[in-house]
Nanobody, 121 residues
Framework: QVQLVESGGGLVQAGGSLRLSCAASGSIFSINAMSWYRRAPGKQRKLVARITSGGNTNYADSVKGRFTISRDNAKNTAYLQMNSLKPEDTGVYYC???????????????WGQGTQVTVSS
């Protein structure tokens, strides 16, 4: 019913930048929060940044001041601008959206397939 498609990952040197995009499509009535998670090699998936429908944001301490999350509600798309990248930012980045599907009154969580970000030292 709802699909999330991430793009923008890749290989970058330390100190570089990348911009991730997450486009939601399908039977969407509304989207509440949109978030980015990272699963580093050998570790569990952890929250990187979240943005509410009203634009309120919160970040993991490790990325504050370097990453910026934003969204375009008209396009059902979230972005993650990542600057001053470090090798420890390496991992698979997943988009998550809390969605009210058209014709329902409940909120469900949806995940994208993930996009690989590799930061070389």
């Amino acid at each position: 019913q709802v699909q999330l498609v991430e793009s923008g990952g890749g290989l970058v040197q330390a100190g570089g930048s990348l911009r991730l995009s997450c486009a939601a499509s399908g039977s969407i009535f509304s989207i509440n929060a949109m978030s980015w998670y990272r699963r580093a090699p050998g570790k569990q998936r952890k929250l990187v940044a979240r943005i509410t429908s009203g634009g309120n944001t919160n970040y993991a301490d490790s990325v504050k001041g370097r990453f910026t999350i934003s969204r375009d509600n008209a396009k059902n798309t979230a972005y993650l601008q990542m600057n001053s990248l470090k090798p420890e930012d390496t991992g698979v980045y997943y988009c998550n959206a809390v969605v009210q599907v058209t014709g329902t009154t409940v909120l469900d969580y949806y995940w994208g397939q993930g996009t690989q970000v590799t930061v070389s030292s």
